[in-house]
């Protein structure tokens, strides 16, 4: 099975940037989709990114300041969040699908990593 292990969480203050990343085991990137949800307290999962061969995909909330890419040689996904605001504050989770349809809804991916806490300050 796919494994994920992410990094890159912390605390930045509102305007800054971070970047996250997911690194892979037991699938390719060429055969799986790859997404970016966040959990805030009290609220439900969100996509915020996606990924798949030939396409990506962006939460309203987040395009134009954030960026999904792949490194398909390391296998990593990472997560670029600039112009950060206090609002993207979440628990950010990595995920993979087990095939190369995109996909926007949590329930369509079916692997998940540990999570990572990104905190943006006021």
């Known amino acids: 099975q796919v494994q994920l292990v992410e990094s890159g969480g912390g605390l930045v203050q509102a305007g800054g940037s971070l970047r996250l990343s997911c690194a892979a085991s037991?699938?390719?990137?060429?055969?799986?989709?790859m997404g970016w949800f966040r959990q805030a307290p009290g609220k439900e999962r969100q996509i915020v990114a996606a990924?798949?061969?030939?396409?990506?995909k962006y939460a309203d909330s987040v395009k134009g300041r954030f960026t999904i890419s792949v490194d398909i040689a390391k296998n990593t996904v990472y997560l670029q969040m600039n112009s950060l605001k206090p609002e993207d504050t979440a628990v950010y989770y990595c995920?993979?699908?087990?095939?190369?349809?995109?996909?926007?809804?949590?329930?369509?991916?079916?692997?998940w990593g540990q999570g990572t806490q990104v905190t943006v300050s006021s």
């Open positions: 037991g699938r390719t990137f060429s055969s799986s989709a």
């Open positions: 990924w798949t061969i030939g396409s990506t």
């Open positions: 995920a993979a699908r087990a095939g190369r349809r995109i996909g926007v809804q949590s329930h369509e991916y079916d692997y």
